[in-house]
């Protein structure tokens, strides 16, 4: 599925988001989101080709949210390293809300072995790298990061403190208070990143 989503379109992916969110992958039906919407499960072939195409629509979806409440922290006018708490603080936010959905659209690609989900997933991970690759890249330009530093392995990390959050979060049901997380992985982690 490609190009603007029609307003049932977005109205059966917030349906499926929800599902995702509170019951995992196994809730995501057919039957389940036709039940969650109230119509018909043939209804929904008529917005969605396939599940599979649902699918891929979702991680559009979820990054297309993702990056409206994130794009807008990366170019206001803060400085890099108060922009980078911030966004850190706001993707906290909405995996809070979205209950590890994106550990779900993740499994939902390993699991199904597909090309096309694979590739979803991997381009909505690759974007939010990016977004953190570019404020950190305005921490290098601006002389408060060190030139040295290697952004795709910077990224990663911060990457990799999401993942390894949500993971625990999820493994042993307790919830994360982000400030308990954030300010003592940043104080570590520009301790080595700092000019």
Do not use: C
Request: net charge positive.
């Amino acid at each position: 599925m490609s190009g603007k989503l029609k307003k049932r379109q977005e109205e059966i992916l917030k349906a499926a988001l929800g599902l995702l969110a509170h019951g995992g992958s196994h809730a995501l039906t057919t039957r389940n989101l036709a039940r969650a919407l109230n119509i018909s499960e043939p209804a929904l072939y008529r917005h969605f080709e396939s599940k599979k195409d649902l699918l891929r629509s979702l991680y559009g979806f979820v990054w297309h949210k993702m990056e409206k409440r994130l794009l807008p922290l990366v170019e206001e006018g803060t400085s890099p390293l108060q922009k980078l708490e911030t966004i850190l603080h706001s993707f906290f936010d909405y995996l809070t809300e979205n209950k590890g959905v994106n550990l779900v659209l993740l499994s939902e690609a390993i699991h199904h072995n597909d090309p096309d989900l694979k590739m979803a997933m991997l381009t909505l991970i690759s974007n939010f790298q990016e977004l953190i690759k570019k404020v950190l890249h305005q921490g290098v330009q601006g002389g408060i990061l060190k030139e040295e530093m290697d952004l795709n392995i910077a990224s990663r990390t911060i990457l990799g403190l999401f993942q390894a959050t949500v993971t625990l979060s999820l493994l042993t049901e307790e919830p994360w208070e982000a400030s308990r997380v954030i300010e003592p992985f940043l104080k570590v982690f520009l301790e080595g990143a700092k000019r």
